[in-house]
């Protein structure tokens, strides 16, 4: 989900009313699902120098200072702790709403999460809505100019990691890497904020000073804004025994299979001998993107995977290769649980087609496929509308399930998956197989201290590449 950031809310003209047309007292008590899509968009209003919570016993609206660390961890917490509350319709929802958007400073924004909260439950964590223009200028320019620290962060169990790192940044260039844990922001223990409070601290801010945990290391960590490019595609050369190229993608967005494709080309003028296609981090976006991509390594006129219509499930769109095989090496692709949707499709159809082994962690799980409508209530708003599920060759779908790698990386996991990340997730009453090719787990040729690297995934990639068991496997099952 990419609901936008806090500023092009901002030109949106969503008011209270429009919020009240989808949220409102009958709304979220028509079923129990409603009602905690209702509470979810409650729990997530917290911003500034206050927190926002429902007492216990829901007799008002309590507004506690900064540093209060009273949480209502989860919508079943909080059912735990008030069973009648649905039944009794004890919480006047529009009242607690008018009392938030009374200290918000960006209201657009907080209504954004209020609706999106609620179609979570009314429809799937997919079906969403997001600022037109965002969308226009931000989603589907695969390169663009940016000022910003270039690093993006998540809560986890109560700690905070760098999920992405982007390449050429100041996050870069100062040494931040994914899976960094971030100890404080501006000399701010990060427990001590919402997340909405450290997003906007971050935003706001030209200078960032931060504490991490690198591997165990504590680092300090000053950076400063500057412009740079901002590229969904990159790639670099492994000088191994063998010459092995890396192509880092970090979504799907239109024209990304033509970088791709301009990547791989020069890679192949070093004569590569084997292929990683890291994925690691990438939400998705264009999955004919990554049909185009895909078609770079099968024979023509294969099945990649397929579109089925959620209101009409014997309608079938299908996804083939096109006639362009430019690489038969070796090749590895790296997912882990921020891999989601179109990255899912990309490594699951290779590794059925016996063309590719995957090494990483388990994917995110997200097969659900999203058309972009008007939003009825707003016209600077459009509407991601789920429609149906991507299925793989076999019938599988990665929906809620995920990926599972053939060779998993053992680490710190900083990602919650689909089935974990939202109350609701759509689930598919179909229960194919996954259907892979074997591979054989006999020794690689070259011994594990030939193959130096400072990223441990990509010490294991290269080892799985020149597995010659492994690529011999995969070659035979085309």
Same mark, same amino acid.
């Given at each position: 989900?990419?609901?936008?950031?806090?500023?092009?809310?901002?030109?949106?003209?969503?008011?209270?009313?429009?919020?009240?047309?989808?949220?409102?007292?009958?709304?979220?008590?028509?079923?129990?699902?409603?009602?905690?899509?209702?509470?979810?968009?409650?729990?997530?209003?917290?911003?500034?120098?206050?927190?926002?919570?429902?007492?216990?016993?829901?007799?008002?609206?309590?507004?506690?200072?900064?540093?209060?660390?009273?949480?209502?961890?989860?919508?079943?917490?909080?059912?735990?702790?008030?069973?009648?509350?649905?039944?009794?319709?004890?919480?006047?929802?529009?009242?607690?709403?008018?009392?938030?958007?009374?200290?918000?400073?960006?209201?657009?924004?907080?209504?954004?999460?209020?609706?999106?909260?609620?179609?979570?439950?009314?429809?799937?964590?997919?079906?969403?809505?997001?600022?037109?223009?965002?969308?226009?200028?931000?989603?589907?320019?695969?390169?663009?100019?940016?000022?910003?620290?270039?690093?993006?962060?998540?809560?986890?169990?109560?700690?905070?990691?760098?999920?992405?790192?982007?390449?050429?940044?100041?996050?870069?260039?100062?040494?931040?890497?994914?899976?960094?844990?971030?100890?404080?922001?501006?000399?701010?223990?990060?427990?001590?904020?919402?997340?909405?409070?450290?997003?906007?601290?971050?935003?706001?801010?030209?200078?960032?000073?931060?504490?991490?945990?690198?591997?165990?290391?504590?680092?300090?960590?000053?950076?400063?804004?500057?412009?740079?490019?901002?590229?969904?595609?990159?790639?670099?050369?492994?000088?191994?025994?063998?010459?092995?190229?890396?192509?880092?993608?970090?979504?799907?967005?239109?024209?990304?299979?033509?970088?791709?494709?301009?990547?791989?080309?020069?890679?192949?003028?070093?004569?590569?001998?084997?292929?990683?296609?890291?994925?690691?981090?990438?939400?998705?976006?264009?999955?004919?993107?990554?049909?185009?991509?895909?078609?770079?390594?099968?024979?023509?006129?294969?099945?990649?995977?397929?579109?089925?219509?959620?209101?009409?499930?014997?309608?079938?769109?299908?996804?083939?290769?096109?006639?362009?095989?430019?690489?038969?090496?070796?090749?590895?692709?790296?997912?882990?649980?921020? /891999?989601? &949707?179109? =990255?899912? @499709?990309?490594?699951?159809? +290779?590794?059925?087609?016996? $063309?590719?082994? #995957?090494?990483?962690?388990?994917?995110?799980?997200?097969?659900?496929?999203?058309?972009?409508?008007?939003?009825?209530?707003?016209?600077?708003?459009?509407?991601?509308?789920?429609?149906?599920?991507?299925?793989?060759?076999?019938?599988?779908?990665?929906?809620?399930?995920?990926?599972?790698?053939?060779?998993?990386?053992?680490?710190?996991?900083?990602?919650? /998956?689909? &089935?974990? =990340?939202? @109350?609701?997730?759509?689930? +598919?009453?179909?229960?194919? $197989?996954?259907? #892979?090719?074997?591979?054989?787990?006999?020794?690689?040729?070259?011994?594990?201290?030939?193959?130096?690297?400072?990223?441990?995934?990509?010490?294991?990639?290269?080892?799985?590449?020149?597995?010659?068991?492994?690529?011999?496997?995969?070659?035979?099952?085309?």
């Amino acid at each position: 989900m990419v609901e936008g950031p806090v500023e092009d809310w901002s030109y949106t003209g969503l008011t209270r009313e429009d919020l009240f047309k989808v949220v409102n007292q009958d709304s979220c008590y028509k079923s129990r699902a409603l009602f905690d899509g209702c509470v979810l968009g409650i729990l997530q209003a917290e911003h500034g120098s206050h927190k926002l919570y429902i007492s216990q016993d829901f007799e008002s609206l309590i507004e506690t200072p900064q540093g209060d660390l009273h949480e209502l961890a989860s919508v079943e917490h909080f059912f735990q702790t008030n069973p009648t509350a649905f039944q009794d319709k004890l919480i006047n929802f529009p009242f607690l709403w008018e009392r938030i958007l009374e200290v918000e400073a960006v209201e657009p924004f907080y209504i954004s999460k209020a609706i999106n909260a609620y179609y979570s439950s009314l429809y799937d964590p997919h079906t969403y809505i997001t600022p037109k223009l965002y969308y226009a200028t931000q989603l589907t320019q695969p390169t663009k100019d940016v000022t910003a620290f270039g690093f993006r962060f998540a809560r986890l169990n109560n700690r905070l990691f760098v999920q992405t790192v982007a390449p050429n940044s100041p996050a870069d260039a100062a040494g931040m890497r994914v899976g960094d844990e971030l100890l404080s922001v501006q000399e701010v223990p990060n427990l001590k904020l919402p997340m909405s409070t450290l997003r906007v601290m971050v935003h706001a801010s030209e200078e960032l000073n931060l504490v991490l945990d690198s591997n165990g290391e504590r680092k300090e960590m000053q950076l400063y804004k500057f412009k740079y490019t901002l590229k969904s595609v990159s790639s670099k050369l492994l000088s191994i025994i063998k010459p092995v190229g890396v192509i880092r993608v970090s979504r799907f967005l239109k024209g990304v299979c033509k970088q791709f494709e301009s990547e791989l080309n020069r890679l192949r003028e070093h004569n590569i001998q084997g292929l990683i296609i890291d994925l690691r981090g990438n939400p998705g976006g264009l999955v004919d993107e990554a049909a185009c991509m895909a078609s770079n390594f099968v024979q023509p006129n294969q099945l990649l995977f397929y579109l089925q219509d959620r209101s009409s499930p014997k309608d079938k769109e299908t996804f083939l290769s096109t006639a362009k095989r430019q690489f038969n090496g070796s090749l590895a692709i790296l997912i882990d649980g921020g /891999s989601a &949707s179109a =990255s899912e @499709l990309l490594a699951g159809s +290779l590794r059925e087609l016996g $063309r590719a082994v #995957l090494v990483g962690s388990q994917s995110f799980g997200k097969g659900s496929f999203q058309e972009i409508e008007p939003w009825p209530h707003q016209t600077n708003v459009i509407i991601f509308s789920t429609k149906g599920f991507f299925h793989l060759p076999s019938g599988f779908s990665p929906q809620v399930r995920g990926i599972t790698p053939d060779i998993e990386i053992k680490g710190r996991k900083f990602y919650l /998956s689909e &089935s974990q =990340s939202y @109350l609701h997730p759509a689930k +598919l009453d179909i229960d194919a $197989r996954w259907r #892979l090719p074997k591979i054989s787990n006999r020794d690689c040729i070259l011994p594990e201290e030939q193959i130096a690297s400072t990223d441990p995934v990509f010490a294991r990639t290269q080892e799985a590449l020149f597995c010659s068991r492994v690529t011999a496997d995969l070659r035979n099952s085309q």
